[in-house]
């Protein structure tokens, strides 16, 4: 099955760049002409981008690791919450803070005190305090919950980044290459692809090419998981059926194991010869109760 058809790229607006003046040279193998004073992406070259970010992810999900989903235009922030959160995977869809995987450590810090803030709302905390004390701490929960609650639950800093318009992420670019974390990301002809990973060319400005990328590297991550749960199903499938070949042979052994009865009959009346035969038992042999207190009858 195609990750991704020329039929849905075109439907989406994925061709179309930014005014020849705005280009950016370093985008010029990714040009396939000029039409009207624009750009027009080649989509075959983008199609093949598609499908090594696709390849990319998926490897990545299998060994373990996460995918961050960053897009904080207007254009892009609900697309990037609704795949990020449909695939199980972090977003920043508000706004990136420096050193947000330069200086993890510190953003940990922000993250515990926003579970925190949560917890005091829904433990009863809140009732001890004025309305002055509360209000602020309701604001200061908003403001971490709008530029952190999509990496809430992230402990390590993620396997791979997905970006949308390079321009307006440099920080997330700039931090993500000093870690040495793989980037894909989509670059339309006023972007730099050099020091991208993984640069699909494509409009990174119409809300249904941005909506068409996340869906696919959102594929990707429920592919690879997908995958992850079926090696399981028959990891467990091979062990029930090594279980079952060693109870058959076990059965096998016992019904397969001769018995000659003659001798088992010999044996077993020595054996009752030999067993003394049990004397009846006398008044003072019979069990008493110690538990109960016996009266002498007068």
Known sequence: MAVVT???LLESGVHFGHQV???????????????????????QKTIQSIKDAYDAVRKTVAA???V??????????????????????????????????????????????????????????????????????????????????????MKD???IL????????TIAVAEAQRMGIPIVAVVDTNCNPD??????????????????FTQIVANAVVEADNEAGLKIIETLGDENENMEEMMNDVSAKEEDREVDIASYSTEAEV??????????????????????VYGENT
């Open 6 to 8: 020329m039929k849905s």
């Open 21 to 43: 003046k705005r280009w950016d040279p370093r985008m010029k193998k990714y040009i396939f002409a000029e039409r009207n004073g624009i750009h027009i992406i080649d989509l």
């Open 64 to 66: 373990g690791k996460t």
């Open 68 to 153: 961050l989903f960053v897009g904080t235009k207007k254009q892009a922030q609900q697309a990037i919450q609704k795949e990020a959160e449909r695939c199980g995977m972090f977003y920043v869809n508000n706004r990136w803070l420096g050193g947000m995987l330069t200086n993890f450590v510190t953003i940990k810090k922000s993250l515990l005190r926003l579970k925190k803030l949560e917890k005091m709302e829904v433990d009863g905390s809140f009732e001890n305090l004025t309305k002055k004390e509360i209000a602020s701490l309701g604001k200061e929960r908003a403001k971490l919950q709008k530029n952190l609650g999509g990496i809430k639950e």
């Open 157 to 159: 800093p993620p396997g």
């Open 162 to 169: 997905f970006i949308i318009d390079t321009r307006k992420e």
């Open 195 to 212: 020091g991208i990973n993984y640069p699909i060319p494509g409009n990174d400005d119409a809300i249904r090419a941005i909506t068409l």
């Open 271 to 292: 054996q009752a010869k030999e067993e003394p035969v049990p004397a009846e038992p006398s008044e003072d042999d019979l069990p008493v109760d110690v538990d109960k």
